[in-house]
């Protein structure tokens, strides 16, 4: 059985796993694309932007983080994906607003935080403004900024180029409404100005307060919203000359506070992220041979007397880079000690837990 829940901020909408306890394979943890590419259609699979896993932490984090986009790659950050993370975390933890967790990604270090109001407001690091960092070939202006004009359709755009991690190319535009947006999305995309590929953004600005942007996410095409893009376009826009250093971001799907006090400085993000239904995965969408493992782990289960198994799990953390051997050994152990009755009851328990603080914050903002 693997559980799941589906969360979204803005529209962005996420498959997240719950393995902070190393309880996770191999095959999940570090998944083939391809699965990935399943589970995140939205016809054939759950649907999703993308997969995010809890994990346990490498170094002086509370947890990791990993997101896949909807393609299978995988995204060193995601800032409505860490918003939804930190809520999901709430929701399973029952945690008060003021809750903040280290969460380490590819990024750096990023830090959630759940206010009153159930939004969360994230510190999402300084920007990576060195164009080897972003990476982009495109060389940084007297500000600092790297920006050039890319050729696209027989157009020639102005653009610039942000690192929050992952990379982003923000382009200023005088109508959002008449771009041809998939056109210059999907080239901007696999511009090779840009090594690793590069989400696009591109931006309409209605005052110094007040940005639009229409997004095409690297991996995942036309997204509601992008949290790491709405941030590179507030520095991207400050460094133009074209916005103050706190500005709202609008979104296709809703809006959101970004704020920056400067080059060395974390960029501040507060947005929603919101739960949308909890499930298990159909045996059938598991990856290829893990469901064979289990299959079998299943039938010796069914051999234990009852009664011979004692009630608590062994829950200890394990590191989730262990071999796929030790993790079946592991599996094989936590099966053999606990009954079917008790597996049941701690699903149950943790789905009824994470339900009932997820109204009971509710009720009380
Ligand atoms: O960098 C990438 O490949 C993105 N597609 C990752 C996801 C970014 C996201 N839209 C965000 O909110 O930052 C989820």
Redesign the pocket.
């Known amino acids: 059985m693997l559980a799941f829940s589906k969360y979204q ?1 803005l529209g ?1 909408d ?1 498959i997240l796993m719950e393995g902070r306890g190393g309880q996770l394979p191999a095959a999940i943890h570090s998944p083939d694309p391809a699965w990935v590419q399943r589970i995140c259609d939205r016809r054939f699979g759950i649907g999703g ?2 997969l995010i896993l809890a994990l346990p932490p490498q170094a002086s984090g509370e947890l990791r983080m990993r ?1 896949f ?1 909807a393609d299978g ?1 995988e ?7 860490i918003r939804c993370l930190a809520r999901f975390l709430a929701d399973s933890d029952g945690d008060a607003a003021g809750r903040c967790w280290p969460i380490e990604t590819p990024a750096g270090m990023i830090v959630p935080e759940l206010q009153a109001d159930g939004q969360i407001r994230v510190d999402m690091g300084a920007p990576f403004l060195e164009p080897s960092s972003v990476p982009t070939t495109l060389h940084a202006n007297e500000a600092g900024l790297p920006a050039g004009e890319l050729q696209v359709g027989g157009a020639s755009l102005p653009v610039a180029a942000v690192g ?1 991690g ?2 982003h190319v923000v382009v200023p535009v005088s109508d959002l409404a008449t771009i041809p947006f998939e056109e210059w999305g999907s080239s901007l995309e696999i511009d090779p100005a840009f090594p690793a ?1 590069t ?1 696009v953004h591109f931006l309409q600005v209605h005052s110094r307060s007040q940005l639009e942007i229409r ?1 095409w ?4 095409g036309p ?1 509601l ?5 709405a941030c590179a376009t507030l520095v991207a826009a400050v460094l133009l000359g074209l916005s103050d250093r706190a500005a709202t971001v609008v979104l296709p799907g809703g809006p959101l506070e970004i704020s920056w006090a400067g080059p060395t400085e974390s960029v501040f993000m507060t947005g929603p992220a919101e739960a949308v239904f909890d499930g298990v995965i159909n045996p059938e969408l598991m990856p290829a041979g893990l469901n064979d493992t289990l299959d079998s782990l299943e039938r010796q289960q069914e051999q234990v007397p009852v009664g011979a198994a004692s009630a608590e799990p062994a829950t200890q953390p394990v590191d989730d880079d262990c071999s796929e051997a030790e993790a079946q050994a592991r599996v094989q152990a936590f099966l053999e000690s606990t009954s079917l009755d008790s597996m049941i009851n701690i699903a149950t328990e943790s789905l009824e837990q994470r339900t009932l603080s997820r109204f009971q914050r509710d009720g009380q903002a």
């Open positions: 901020g962005n996420f932007d993308g997101i986009n790659s995204a060193e950050m995601c800032g409505n994906g929050m992952n990379p590929k989400n997004v996410e690297r991996g995942a997204t919203a992008c949290g790491t893009g």
